[in-house]
């Protein structure tokens, strides 16, 4: 018996290896999520929006390499797709967004409900297209999958109402050859990542970039995430160079250790998240060795000296910053060819310096994040200025989330300032994992990433970073994390506060102006949702909270009062940064000085 385009669809994501469709139930999608009821293996997750169903399918991709999947039904159900996929885009997440549409003799007729999802979705999709005969079927589901994992990106198949449940004149399996094979796929023996060939640059090429790096007296190494599969030549290049490193915020995955020699070499991150030592490192380096990264922030990249860049795509080589020598390639296999081809550094002078700088840096973060800080005098001093009623600040928070998670915990950040916490006092040692809206830089995305992390995971502890703006605007989905009892712990950074915003406006001289949040108790609202909610406000109560937090089964949600006047101060501040933000006190303290 021939099967229906429906059936067709499902049978091959389970044959994929997909274990998840996150989304939320309509007519349109009716004959497709029937088919998921009864197939074994492959399950429905019903969310409040499909933004959070767009945000867990793609955490869900970015954490397994797995094609991640939702669904939005006709009209509005897909329309609020678009953020979460935007998010996956920017990721480079292979993900599958399966759309309703009105019934195929109604398109074209400004039916109700009627959006025309090819063009809706035409900057963020490699790959959009309507399904108008049953015929075309499974053709057009294996274009759209072999787009998205091929692209790293999101593909769009849109199903009018009336086709779903139709059958095929002429059946057969879809068939994704040259997918890679693995143990944790299904019978069929395949998942949904395509084997690749792995390249490197010529020899002329490595030759050129060795010469550089010979002859600089002082190299800084500047690693993102096209390194992480290549740690231990990376490792091997920053000894034989006696280069610091710089890790890009996606390259704390990999890179970064708590115990002595995991990473001795490392001085954490650049920009505005970054640290003093990190932007001393990359301003005395004589040659910049670029690996796997793209780091968008030109404004932070050092003047003046030699740039080797290495990246798998080409595209990617001299985009931020001018480069001397660019090499194509894969990040790992590019170091092992050029590796033989450097000299031994003479001395360890710039690195013994960088490090010098991280470890007096580190000290003073430790000194701040004790919850005991604003007791001692130094601490009385700040706190005078900046804490004045004694909140527990962000600082003591992130590093008590840091002693107390699981060495394979899986993270999520909201943007924002809890992302800078975290960048600073959450070390990525053991197995742990991160994700986040680290391209697109949405709010709200930490909650719904961990609800799909944590159905990827279920057996491994998932935290999710939440700023109380984020939380609050997907709030819905704590539902979700509730319903299907998903262990997350949800931590949130409540300053009543759009942090960032107001750290913007303060650096450009400005008072802040619409940043203030009338938040609710949401401890309060999670135990009313079925969650364990668990509020804290005093610093001496932080640890036990924290503790607390990670040892209650089920899902909990820590919400702790943090100071809203707390300041990240960025690894090079200005003059004119520090100008702005004394106006901006000025201006919001003096009277009438909202007026001018």
């Known amino acids: 018996m021939a099967r229906t385009v429906a059936h067709v669809i499902v049978d091959a994501l389970e044959n994929l290896g997909v274990q998840h469709v996150f989304g939320v139930v309509g007519d349109a999608l009716n004959p497709l999520t029937d088919a998921i009821r009864t197939t074994d293996g492959l399950d429905w997750v019903g969310c409040r929006h499909e933004e959070a169903a767009a945000f867990a399918a793609g955490a869900q991709s970015q954490l397994s390499g797995v094609l991640g999947v939702c669904m939005g039904t006709v009209g509005p159900g897909s329309v609020h797709l678009l953020n979460g996929l935007y998010d996956a885009a920017k990721s480079r997440a292979p993900v599958l ?14 039916y109700f409900q009627e959006v025309d999802n090819d063009l809706l979705f035409r900057d963020v999709a490699v790959y959009r297209a309507t399904v108008t005969s049953p015929d075309q079927m499974p053709r057009m589901l294996e274009s ?21 449940d139709q059958e095929l004149s002429d059946d057969r399996p879809a068939r994704f050859a040259g997918f890679a094979r693995s143990a944790g796929a299904r019978s069929a023996g395949t998942r949904s990542a395509l084997d690749r060939a792995v390249t490197r640059p010529d020899d002329p090429a490595l030759a050129e970039a060795a010469e550089l790096l010979n002859a600089a007296s002082r190299v800084t190494l500047l690693v993102g995430r096209g390194a992480r599969e290549a740690r231990t030549e990376v490792l091997r290049t920053a000894e034989q160079l006696a280069a610091p490193m710089v890790l890009t915020l996606k390259a704390k995955e990999g890179f970064e250790g708590r115990l002595e020699g995991d990473n001795p070499f490392q001085v954490g991150q650049t920009g505005l998240i970054g640290n003093p030592a990190a932007s001393h490192a990359l301003d005395r ?17 050092p003047k003046g000296c030699k740039v080797v860049q290495v990246d798998a795509r080409e595209e990617h080589l001299g985009r931020r910053v001018p480069v001397d020598v660019g090499l194509t390639g894969d990040v790992g296999a590019t170091l092992r060819a050029l590796l033989p081809l450097l000299e031994k550094a003479p001395d360890q002078a710039h690195l013994v310096d960088a490090l010098d ?13 004790d919850p005991a800080h604003d007791r001692r005098l130094t601490g009385r001093m700040r706190s005078a200025l900046d804490n004045r009623d004694g909140a527990i600040r962000p600082e003591a928070l992130a590093a008590a989330v840091d002693t107390y998670a699981a060495e394979d915990a899986v993270f999520t950040s909201d943007t ?26 949405s709010m709200a995305n930490a909650m719904p990433q961990a609800l799909g992390a944590q159905l990827w995971a279920p057996d491994r502890q998932i935290v999710a970073l939440c700023g109380d703006g984020g939380l609050s605007m997907l709030l819905g989905d704590l539902i979700t994390i509730s319903s299907y009892q ?19 406006q303060e650096q450009a001289g400005l008072p802040e102006f619409g940043t203030e949040l009338d938040n ?42 943090t100071n809203p006047e ?9 003059a004119r940064q520090a100008w702005g933000f004394a106006l901006a006190k000025a201006r919001e303290i003096l009277p009438g000085s909202r007026e001018g």
């Not at 759209?144 to 009336?162: E, F, Y």
């Not at 380096?285 to 990249?301: N, Q, S």
Request: aromatic residues 8%.
């Open 566 to 574: 707390e300041v990240a101060v960025p690894g090079k501040p200005t």
């Open 357 to 369: 700088r991280f470890a007096h840096w580190q000290e003073g973060q430790r000194r701040l994040a």
């Open 285 to 301: 380096g004589d040659v910049l060795l670029m690996l796997g990264t793209d780091f968008p922030y030109r404004d932070w990249y």
């Open 520 to 561: 609710p108790d949401f401890a309060a609202v999670a135990t009313a949702l079925g969650l364990t909610g668990i509020r804290v406000s005093d610093p001496a109560d932080l640890h036990d909270s924290v503790r607390r937090a990670f040892e209650t089964p089920g899902p909990v949600l820590l919400d702790v009062l």
């Open 144 to 164: 759209a999958v072999r787009a998205a994992v091929g692209h790293g990106g999101v593909a769009v198949l849109t199903v009018p109402a009336d086709l779903g």
């Open 486 to 504: 998903l262990p997350v712990k949800i931590v949130v950074f409540d300053n009543h506060r759009l942090g960032m915003v107001k750290l913007e």
């Open 97 to 110: 967004a399966i759309c309703g549409q009105v019934p195929l003799a109604e398109i074209g007729s400004d």
């Open 416 to 441: 924002g300032m809890a992302t800078v916490w975290l960048s600073r006092f959450v070390t990525m040692s053991g197995d742990r994992r991160l994700i986040g809206s680290y391209n697109l830089g």
